[in-house]
C-alpha cells in the first residue's frame, strides 16, 4: 500500500520534473567510509546549528547604539543607561525564555564551526585531497574560512560589551593603518573618527545577519555540488582505483549515520551551550571607550591575528610627512593576506613543482609526500605560535616569568619552530617510508599457558580493517529479494531486473 | 574490481537477501537493535524532559542537559542503526571522467571564438563604446557605495576637545583640584563638557615618591619641565599602537601598561614606549593649576592621539 503511493508520487514527480534517473543516481552515491571525513560534517552541522540559534537571536536582539535605561531582571544592571544593544543582548539572555542557552550554544557553534574548518581543510591538505580536479573546491573552501572568521568578529562584537568593543575599535585602528586611504575607509565606515556615530552597530548587525551568511550558504552549496559531481576522494585500499568509490550508499546507510551525526554535534553544541559559560556580557558591562579590562582575548580564530600584533616589533615608518603604521598594517593586514593567499594558490604551487597533470582520487598518506607535509606542518607552527602569542600576558603570569622574555621567545620562536619543525616533520616521513610494515595493523598473538605449563601462540581472529576475508565491492543493488531465501521456491518470488 | 575490469553494463539480478554485502556490521544484531532502541527511548525522554525543563523555566543547565541529552541518545540509535545495522557492503559506484570530448571543448571555444568574432571584431567601435559605458557604470555606482558610508575624516584625527585652560573633570563631571588624587593615584578625565569621549579621554598620575618624606619625583622629558604641576602628569590615555586605553598603571615600576597588546610606556620619562609593538610616546597634556585649585591644561595636545595612519606626519 505505501510502496503503491511512494510509486505513485514519484512519478507524478518525474512527469514534472524528471527526477527519477539524477534522483536514482543521487541515492546510489557511494560515501568512503574514514572517520576523516567526518570534520567536514562537523563544520556544516555546526553551520545548520548557527542558522537556527541565530535566527532565535535575530528575533530579540536589537542592533542600535541608542542609549536606554535597562529595566530587565539582572539587578546590577537595572537603572543603568546602556546602548540598546547591550541591553537587549543581556535581556535576551535572562528575559527570554531558553534564550541563555541559544545564545551560548550559537557562541559555542561559531567556534567550533571554525574549528573543524580548520581540522577539515588540514586533513583535505595532508592527504592532498585538493589536487586536480578539486583546486575549486580547495578555494571555495578558503573562501568559507575567510568569510566564517569574518562573520565570527561580526557576531561577537554586536553584544557592544566591554570585550567586543575593544575589538572594534582594534579593528578601527588596524583599518587605519592602511596607507593612503585608512582614514579614509575608517570614517566612511563608522560614520566618522571613532567611535563614529553610532552606525556601525546596525552595519555590523546587516553583514552578520545578511550579506556574510548569504554569501556563506552560497559557497557551502558550492562546495557540496563539486563534491557531488565530482565524488569523494578515497584512501587506497582493497579494490579502490582511481576509476571508482568504495563504501557505503547514501540511503539508507548514509542517511542513517549522518543524520544521527548531525544530532551529536548540535547534542554536543547544546551541552557547551548551557553548561559551559561562553562570553558572559553581563560581567564585562557596556562598552566605553575608555574602559579596559586585563586578560582581554578574542575568540581563538582571532587568536592568530592578535598574536601577530604583539610579537611585532614598534616599526613605525615616517617620512615625506606621511606615517605608515608598519606596526600595525605587516602584522594585521600583510601577514593574514599572505596567509590566505598561500592556501589559495598552494594547489597551482604544487603542481607547478611536481608537474603533476593527471586526475587524484586516491589520497596520498602524509608520509608519502614529505615536502608537503613538512610544508604544511611549518604553516600550523608557524598559526600555533601566533596563536599562543596572543596570551602573551596569561602565559607571563602563570609561569611567574616576565613579560618581555615572552614576548621575545614567541618573537624568535615564530621564525624558528616552524623550520625546526619542517625539518623534522620531514625526517619523519622519510623514515616512516622506510620502515616495512610501518601502519599496517598488526595481528594480535594470543599467548595461551595451558595446566601443564606450556606455552603456544595463535593469532587473533582477523578484525575488520586487516585485510582478511574483505568483500569485494558491489554496485548497489535497486532490487532485492525480499523472500528469504530458505523460503524461496521459484514460484512467487519477484524476479524484476535492473 | 581492478583497474581495467569493463565497466557495468546491463541489467544486474537482483540482489539476495542473503548477499553478504547486505548483512548487518554487528555480530549480534539483535543486541545492537536493543542498545538503538533503548538510546531513541532515552532521547525521547530527554525531549520530553526538555519540554518540562522549558515550561518550568529560568535552568540553562537543565535545558542543555535535557535538550542535548535527547539530541545525543536520539544521535547515536539513529547511528548505530545505521553503522550497526544497515547494509555496508563495500558498494562500489563507477567514476566517470566529467571532462568532455575533444570535439565538444573544440567546438565550445569555436562558439566563442567564431560567433563572438564575427560581430566583436567587426563592431569594434560598438564593443569599445560598451565597455567604456559599463566602466564609467562600474566606477560611479561606487560613489553611493563607498562615498555615502560616511564622512571624509578631515582634520578630525588630529583634533581634540582640549584647548588652552580646559577644566579637567572626571567622568560623572566633577572639577579635578590639586589635592584629589594620593601620590601614585590615576585617575581618568576629560575636558569639560566632553566626558566619556574617546578621542579626549587623559590619564592623570600623581607620581610617586621615592621615600614618604621626598619631594615628589618628576623626571620630564627636555623642553616639557613645566608640563607638570605638584607632581601630577597627563598622558593621552589612547595607546599609540592601536588606541586601546592604556589602563593598567603600574606604580612601582612607573609604568603605564596596555593591556591589548602589552605595550609599556615609562611615565617617569615622558611615556616613551619602552617595550612591545606601540611606536611612539604618549601624547603629554600640559598641565597647570588655577588659583581655586582646579587642574586645567595649558594646551591642546601638540600632536594627533592614538594610532598612527597616512595623514599623519
Redesign the interface.
Known amino acids: 500500500m505505501i510502496d503503491e503511493t511512494i510509486d505513485r508520487s514519484l512519478r507524478w514527480l518525474d512527469d514534472r520534473l524528471g527526477i527519477a534517473k539524477g534522483g536514482r543516481t543521487f541515492l546510489d552515491k557511494i560515501f568512503p567510509d574514514h572517520w576523516s571525513f567526518m570534520l567536514g560534517e562537523i563544520a556544516l552541522y555546526s553551520f545548520v546549528v548557527l542558522l537556527a540559534t541565530g535566527v532565535f537571536l535575530s528575533l530579540y536582539y536589537i542592533p542600535s547604539a541608542h542609549e536606554v535605561v535597562y529595566h530587565g531582571s539582572y539587578v546590577p544592571l537595572r537603572g543603568q543607561r546602556v546602548s540598546e544593544a547591550y541591553s537587549s543582548s543581556v535581556s535576551l539572555s535572562f528575559d527570554v525564555k531558553s534564550g541563555l542557552l541559544m545564545r551560548q550554544a550559537h557562541h559555542w557553534a561559531a567556534d567550533i564551526f571554525l574549528g573543524s574548518i580548520a581540522v577539515h581543510m588540514a586533513r583535505v591538505f595532508f592527504t592532498g585531497a585538493f589536487r586536480k580536479p578539486r583546486e575549486f573546491n580547495w578555494i571555495v573552501g578558503v573562501s568559507m574560512l575567510i568569510l566564517g572568521i569574518v562573520n565570527g568578529f561580526l557576531g561577537y562584537s554586536l553584544p557592544d560589551d566591554l570585550v567586543s568593543g575593544t575589538g572594534i575599535r582594534i579593528a578601527y585602528s588596524i583599518i587605519e593603518s592602511i596607507p593612503l586611504v585608512g582614514s579614509y575607509l575608517g570614517t566612511f565606515l563608522f560614520g566618522g573618527n571613532y567611535p563614529g556615530n553610532g552606525v556601525i552597530i546596525p552595519r555590523f548587525y546587516i553583514l552578520h545577519v545578511l550579506i556574510v551568511p548569504l554569501l556563506l550558504i552560497g559557497l557551502l552549496a558550492a562546495h557540496l555540488g563539486l563534491l557531488v559531481k565530482q565524488k569523494h576522494t578515497q584512501f587506497k585500499g582493497k579494490g579502490k582505483t582511481e576509476h571508482n568509490v568504495v563504501g557505503t550508499p547514501m540511503f539508507p546507510t548514509f542517511i542513517a549515520k549522518t543524520t544521527g551525526f548531525l544530532f551529536m554535534t548540535s547534542a554536543v553544541i547544546f551541552l557547551l551551550g548551557g553548561l559551559a559559560q561562553i562570553n558572559p556580557i553581563w560581567q564585562f558591562g557596556q562598552y566605553e571607550p575608555y574602559q579596559i579590562s586585563y586578560a582581554v582575548q578574542p575568540d581563538w580564530y582571532m587568536g592568530w591575528l592578535d598574536g601577530a600584533l604583539r610579537i611585532m616589533p614598534s616599526w613605525e615608518w615616517v617620512g615625506w610627512g606621511h606615517t605608515i603604521p608598519l606596526e600595525v598594517f605587516l602584522p594585521a593586514v600583510i601577514f593574514p593576506g599572505l596567509i590566505f593567499n598561500i592556501f589559495i594558490v598552494w594547489p597551482f604551487i604544487e603542481s607547478r613543482h611536481t608537474k603533476d597533470l593527471a586526475y587524484h582520487n586516491l589520497l596520498d598518506r602524509p608520509r608519502d609526500r614529505p615536502l608537503r607535509t613538512a610544508a604544511g606542518v611549518a604553516m600550523l607552527t608557524l598559526l600555533f605560535m601566533v596563536f599562543f602569542a596572543s596570551s602573551t600576558d596569561v602565559l607571563a603570569n602563570f609561569f611567574q616569568v616576565p613579560l618581555v622574555g615572552v614576548l621575545w621567545f614567541f618573537r624568535i620562536a615564530v621564525i624558528v619552530a616552524p623550520v625546526i619543525a619542517a625539518v623534522v616533520a620531514y625526517k619523519i616521513c622519510n623514515e616512516m617510508r622506510a620502515a616495512e610494515g610501518i601502519g599496517k595493523r598488526k595481528r594480535p598473538q594470543i599467548v595461551t599457558r595451558s595446566s601443564t605449563g606450556e606455552y603456544s601462540t595463535t593469532e587473533a581472529e582477523p578484525r575488520p580493517g586487516d585485510g582478511v576475508d574483505e568483500l569485494d565491492a558491489i554496485p548497489v543493488p535497486t532490487y532485492i529479494d525480499l523472500v528469504p531465501p530458505e523460503l524461496a521456491t521459484g514460484a512467487g518470488v519477484r524476479r524484476v531486473m535492473r | 574490481?581492478?583497474?581495467d575490469a569493463p565497466r557495468?553494463e546491463g541489467?544486474?539480478?537482483?540482489?539476495?537477501?542473503?548477499?553478504?554485502?547486505?548483512q548487518p556490521?554487528a555480530k549480534h544484531p539483535e543486541r545492537a537493535q536493543a542498545v538503538a532502541a533503548v538510546a531513541m527511548v532515552v532521547g525521547f525522554v530527554g525531549f520530553i524532559g526538555f519540554g518540562v525543563a522549558?515550561w518550568v523555566?529560568d535552568n540553562?543547565?537543565?535545558?542543555?542537559?535535557t535538550?542535548?541529552?535527547?539530541?545525543?541518545a536520539?544521535?547515536?540509535?539513529?547511528?548505530?542503526?545505521?553503522?550497526y545495522l544497515?547494509?555496508?557492503?563495500?558498494?562500489?559506484?563507477?567514476?566517470h571522467?566529467?571532462h568532455s570530448t575533444e570535439a565538444e571543448r573544440e567546438a565550445m571555444t569555436a562558439a566563442v571564438t567564431e560567433r563572438g568574432g564575427m560581430v566583436l571584431k567587426r563592431r569594434r567601435l560598438l564593443g569599445g563604446l560598451f565597455a567604456l559605458g559599463s566602466t564609467a557604470m562600474g566606477i560611479v555606482l561606487l560613489f553611493p557605495l563607498?562615498?555615502s558610508?560616511?564622512?571624509?575624516?578631515g582634520t578630525?584625527?588630529f583634533e581634540t576637545n582640549w584647548r588652552k585652560n580646559s577644566q579637567l573633570v572626571t567622568?560623572d563631571g566633577r572639577p579635578v583640584r590639586v589635592d584629589d588624587l594620593a601620590v601614585g593615584g590615576v585617575l581618568?578625565v576629560f575636558p569639560k563638557g566632553h566626558t566619556?569621549?574617546?578621542?579626549d579621554?587623559v590619564i592623570l598620575i600623581r607620581l610617586a615618591q621615592l621615600g614618604p618624606l621626598d619631594p615628589p619625583l618628576v623626571i620630564h622629558p627636555p623642553g616639557r619641565t613645566d608640563w607638570g604641576v605638584q607632581g601630577y602628569v597627563a598622558y593621552s590615555?589612547m595607546c599609540t599602537?592601536?588606541?586601546?586605553?592604556v589602563?593598567?598603571y603600574q606604580e612601582q615600576t612607573q609604568q603605564l601598561v596596555c593591556?591589548?597588546?602589552?605595550?609599556?610606556f615609562n611615565v617617569q620619562s615622558g611615556c616613551i614606549?619602552e617595550?612591545?609593538?606601540?611606536?611612539?610616546p604618549l601624547p603629554q597634556l600640559p598641565l597647570t593649576a588655577d588659583s581655586a585649585g582646579n587642574l586645567r591644561s595649558q594646551n591642546g595636545f601638540n600632536q594627533a592621539v592614538?594610532?598612527?595612519?597616512?595623514?599623519?606626519?
Open positions: 574490481m581492478s583497474d557495468l541489467p544486474l539480478p537482483p540482489a539476495a537477501l542473503d548477499d553478504p554485502h547486505l556490521y522549558y523555566g540553562p543547565q537543565w535545558e542543555a542537559v535538550l542535548g541529552g535527547g539530541l545525543l536520539l544521535g547515536f540509535g539513529v547511528t548505530a542503526w545505521g553503522k544497515m547494509p555496508q557492503g563495500p558498494f562500489e559506484e563507477e567514476r571522467e566529467f563607498i562615498r558610508l560616511g564622512p571624509k575624516p578630525t584625527l567622568l581618568t566619556g569621549s574617546s578621542q579621554q590615555k599602537h592601536l588606541g586601546c586605553p589602563g593598567l593591556p591589548c597588546h602589552q605595550s609599556i614606549p617595550f612591545g609593538p606601540a611606536p611612539r592614538g594610532p598612527g595612519f597616512w595623514e599623519r606626519p
